[in-house]
T-cell receptor
Framework: NAGVTQTPKFQVLKTGQSMTLQCAQDMNHNSMYWYRQDPGMGLRLIYYSASEGTTDKGEVPNGYNVSRLNKREFSLRLESAAPSQTSVYFC????????????????FGSGTQLSVL | RKEVEQDPGPFNVPEGATVAFNCTYSNSASQSFFWYRQDCRKEPKLLMSVYSSGNEDGRFTAQLNRASQYISLLIRDSKLSDSATYLCVAGFQKLVFGTGTRLLVSP
């Protein structure tokens, strides 16, 4: 049982390049999320998808786009990477529908270390 | 002011010690509370949910004080393997993560 799988694990981009981070979960979860983690900032929500076919902005959505391809997959795209997007990115999923329900537990992927030069 | 605040530590304790972390949250409407554990360069993993009545899971005890808006985590009989960063989480409709408290358990 893989849980939440993210690819790639590491990526180096030049400013202005684009890329897509892939995420898939095999737990039949309804909700999926993308977070970034920076030193001293904690985990911050970029976008989330409360159910297949819906996406919503989180705390720091600027510079990112997402696609909920199907129930299993939720991708994060950087159209024109900037050094400020250097971070560790985590995808997560949770069983409930509707985003952050009460006591909704999150299951995280292993993360993507992204550097933008 | 951050929505969820934690002492970053590190807390340095010997094996077998009892250690406690506190965390405060600013949104009085918060209904969901958790402690997550994060090892260096790894993903956060759920340690335990936190309930108003307090709850225990083996050596770990979590407490919630709604009046003072703080959450605590008590670890008894610390093990070397408890060394990690502990993330406090609180929220209502969206979960807010603290920046974490680092624990180092030494032999």
């Amino acid at each position: 049982n893989a849980g939440v799988t993210q690819t790639p694990k590491f990526q180096v981009l030049k400013t202005g390049q684009s890329m897509t981070l892939q995420c898939a979960q095999d737990m039949n979860h309804n909700s999926m999320y993308w977070y970034r983690q920076d030193p001293g900032m904690g985990l911050r929500l970029i976008y989330y998808s409360a159910s297949e076919g819906t996406t919503d902005k989180g705390e720091v959505p600027n510079g990112y786009n997402v696609s909920r391809l199907n129930k299993r997959e939720f991708s994060l795209r950087l159209e024109s990477a900037a050094p400020s997007q250097t971070s560790v990115y985590f995808c997560a999923s949770s069983p409930g529908q509707g985003g952050f329900g009460t006591n909704e537990k999150l299951f995280f992927g292993s993360g993507t270390q992204l550097s933008v030069l | 002011r951050k929505e969820v605040e934690q002492d970053p530590g590190p807390f340095n304790v010997p094996e077998g010690a009892t250690v406690a972390f506190n965390c405060t949250y600013s949104n009085s409407a918060s209904q969901s509370f958790f402690w997550y554990r994060q090892d260096c360069r790894k993903e956060p993993k759920l340690l335990m949910s936190v309930y108003s009545s307090g709850n225990e899971d083996g050596r770990f005890t979590a407490q919630l004080n709604r009046a003072s808006q703080y959450i605590s985590l008590l670890i008894r009989d610390s093990k070397l393997s408890d060394s990690a960063t502990y993330l406090c989480v609180a929220g209502f409709q969206k979960l807010v993560f603290g920046t974490g408290t680092r624990l180092l358990v030494s032999p």
